[in-house]
Nanobody, 125 residues
């Protein structure tokens, strides 16, 4: 059974930075695409960033391009989301997820079947 555990959220002022981590277990981590999503109060969950199973392809939603960077450490079965120049509109619960199928490219249209418990990110103005 796959488990994902996020950490690293918190309260930060606008313009600040945070790095989120997601530790995965229960699946051959290096053969699956991974992604970050977020859900703000009263809004639907939205795609933020992903990378392909081999790390060759990365995707970002337009609102975070140039500010967020997704990365992974296969040796630690961990995926990261470095968030810089944070804005109040980035406030949300952030979730990591893993593709259900091996060797996929990821992206917003991927099929993500497992989610972590989420970590709260709050950006004050």
């Amino acid at each position: 059974q796959v488990q994902l555990v996020e950490s690293g959220g918190g309260l930060v002022q606008a313009g600040g930075s945070l790095r989120l981590s997601c530790a995965a277990s229960g699946r051959t981590f290096s053969t699956y695409a991974m992604a970050w999503f977020r859900q703000a109060p009263g809004k639907e969950r939205e795609f933020v960033a992903s990378f392909s199973w081999n790390g060759a392809l990365t995707y970002y939603t337009d609102s975070v391009k140039g500010r967020f960077t997704i990365s992974r450490d296969n040796a630690k079965n961990t995926v990261y989301l470095q968030m810089n120049t944070l804005k109040p509109e980035d406030t949300a619960v952030y979730y990591c997820s893993i593709e259900s199928r091996r060797f996929m490219a990821g992206g917003a249209s991927g099929h993500y079947d497992t989610w972590g418990q989420g970590t709260q990110v709050t950006v004050s103005s």
